[in-house]
């Protein structure tokens, strides 16, 4: 994939950058290679992950544990397949970027210490990336978009609306204050005996639902602002799956149907506001919502994006989902981000201190959020 993102006049041209990125903060061990030309053209050269579906599978959810464990397992291949898929050498490479945070701290550990490892050996600069900016910045590798524009993260881990309005200036406008809500569909599917990922199978069991049938509740839509909770909606459905016990397969799509249905709605609604808080801070900027993490694969949620989008003359963006979901090209690029940003700057980028951290909020002045997520607490 290419695209290009032209350099504002007032900056001078910075070489070109070739970057390793390595992304091991869930469940997800992945390489990538990704190049930036002078005039701002990028390209991805190679992209690989070993998702450990197959690992977690039996325990309904990912296991810390096992997950740090298969990291230590995989990366080395990883990231030789990313480079010989690339035609390249370490010697090729300008700056190695790993995710240092937030995430399972067990893989995040394995990632960055390997990362430094290789940066060291090899003399070359290392980037500390925030798992949350490598999804934030995505769209300006993928459609080469400007700043400021609108966030909309929906993933297993993560669930808030950003502002994003440049390389490392971010506004958290709202998040979950309980489950994401990948996790939400996770567990509503555990519960309902449909396996794991939960997301993809819900969505099909909807596709035949009645979403009228259950009464589900449609949390925090009665309060004003862009906190969002999924907690009591996962709990209802129970509720509801208990009340009409033993279950039959028309059952589970209707309490499926109904689940997303109450999901749409609330996404729907709070992203309509979170376009209206982009307008107030953003009046002369295009209003664009971009969309991301595997929660963005749900046509029914799309869909109502769409809505909401077209009626507040906004454009939606949903990146390929390869890239929406956990992936190291995004890391590499948010790497890239950064190493133009200081060089803009006349400076360089030296992480090799930075620790690894199992919570990271992309905005420091929001008040922190208890959300769990499937990869802990999140802020
Ligand atoms: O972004 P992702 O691949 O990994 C992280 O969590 O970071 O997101 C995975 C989540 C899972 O919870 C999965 O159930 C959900 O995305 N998901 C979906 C769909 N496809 C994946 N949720 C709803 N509908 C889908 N079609
Ligand atoms: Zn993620």
């Keep these: ?69 298969a990291h230590i397992a995989l990366l080395d291949r990883q990231i030789e397949q990313a480079l010989d898929k690339a035609g390249l050498t370490i010697e090729d490479i300008d700056a190695v970027a790993a995710t240092a945070g937030p995430g399972l701290i067990g893989g995040v550990i394995v990632g960055l210490m390997t990362a430094k490892a290789i940066a060291m050996a090899a003399g070359k600069p290392l980037v500390a990336v925030n798992h949350l900016e490598g999804h934030a910045l995505t769209a300006r590798l993928t459609d080469a978009l400007s700043f400021p524009y609108l966030l909309l993260l929906v993933s297993g881990g993560h669930t808030q609306f950003l502002l994003v309005e440049g390389v490392g200036r971010y506004r958290r406008l709202g998040s979950t204050i309980d489950d994401a809500l990948g996790e939400a569909f996770d567990k509503t599917a555990k519960l309902l005996q449909l396996g794991f990922p939960g997301g993809p199978a819900v969505e099909r069991a909807a596709a035949s639902g009645d979403p009228a049938r259950f009464r589900l509740p449609r949390p925090m839509l009665d309060r004003p602002g862009l906190e969002l909770s999924f907690a009591g909606l996962k709990t209802a459905v129970r509720n509801a799956a208990h009340g009409a016990a033993p279950l039959r397969p028309q059952d589970v799509s209707d309490l499926c149907a109904g689940f997303q249905q109450a999901v749409a709605d ?114």
């Design 266 to 379: 609330v996404i729907g609604e709070k992203s309509r506001r979170a376009l209206a808080a982009f307008a107030e801070a953003h009046p002369e900027a295009e209003p664009v919502l971009v969309v991301a993490g595997g929660v963005a694969a749900n046509a029914a949620i799309r869909e109502r994006l769409a809505c909401v989008s077209e009626t507040a003359g906004a454009r939606l963006v949903a990146p390929p989902h390869r890239l929406c979901t956990d992936n190291a090209a995004m890391i590499a690029w948010a790497g890239i981000e950064r190493l133009v940003e200081a060089a803009h700057r006349g400076e360089s980028v030296d992480d090799g201190a930075v620790p690894p951290r199992p919570r990271w909020p992309l905005d420091d002045r929001a008040e922190p959020v208890f959300g769990s997520g499937r990869k802990g607490a999140k802020a």
């Design 1 to 69: 994939m290419s695209s290009t993102a032209s350099p504002s006049p007032d900056q001078a041209p910075v070489p070109a950058l070739t970057v390793l990125g390595i992304e091991t903060s869930c469940d997800e061990t992945a390489a990538a290679v990704v190049r930036r030309e002078p005039d701002g053209t990028t390209t991805i050269l190679s992209d690989v992950i070993r998702s450990q579906v197959a690992e977690h599978e039996a325990f309904g959810g990912v296991v810390p544990e096992i997950a740090a464990r």
